[in-house]
């Protein structure tokens, strides 16, 4: 710009011709920096585009796996649900046959004594089948909560790991 108005002033008539050699060398000096600016500015937004793919990529990824392990999760919760109502169903049962061994004069000590033609055996069975169905059910929620406990930590893990990784795509920007 220096040398384009040095060139101007040696060969001007007039004053205002000068001035207006310079407004126009500055008025065209100046888009020629708002366009070098703005390529500056769009290469640097795709360079740094580039360099945010392999985190973008990691926090897809680690998402994707979230998102598989919040669904099993929620099955994990209806099928807690459904062992719960289950096991209150087999409890009650087991409180029914027990009052009805009660009413009869008999109890859960005299099951072993009982004749097998007796009301007393068929209850005692009875009882034994819904107590080993009840330990089932409790066997099941076992597993069940203790695969939701493992899931449980892999979310916190794999929330945590998003986390750093969105941290560090903030601080590329």
């Known amino acids: 710009m220096k040398s384009l108005v040095e060139a101007?002033?040696?060969r001007t008539?007039?004053?205002?011709e000068l001035e207006s050699k310079v407004r126009g060398i500055w008025e065209s000096q100046k888009a020629e920096i708002e366009r070098a600016q703005n390529e500056f500015h769009l290469e640097d937004e795709a360079r740094l585009r580039e360099g945010q793919k392999?985190?973008?990529?990691?926090?897809?990824v680690n998402q994707t796996r979230l998102g598989a392990i919040n669904s099993e999760i929620r099955g994990l919760d209806q099928t807690l649900e459904n062992l719960?109502?289950?096991?209150?169903r087999t409890r009650a049962e087991i409180g029914a046959v027990k009052a009805e061994l009660a009413k009869s004069g008999a109890s859960l000590a005299s099951c072993p004594?009982?004749?097998p033609t007796s009301g007393t055996q068929a209850l005692c069975q009875r009882y034994n089948g819904l107590v080993t169905?009840?330990?089932?059910?409790?066997e099941q929620n076992n597993g069940a909560v203790s695969r939701r406990n493992t899931l449980a930590v892999e979310h916190n893990?794999?929330?945590?790991?998003?986390n750093d990784f969105l941290e560090d795509l903030n601080w590329a920007r």
């Open 8 to 10: 101007t002033s040696t």
């Open 157 to 162: 893990r794999l929330v945590a790991v998003i």
């Open 84 to 88: 719960k109502r289950q096991r209150d």
């Open 133 to 138: 169905a009840y330990d089932a059910l409790v």
């Open 54 to 60: 392999p985190l973008r990529s990691r926090i897809d």
């Open 113 to 115: 004594q009982s004749r």
């Open 13 to 16: 008539s007039s004053c205002s």
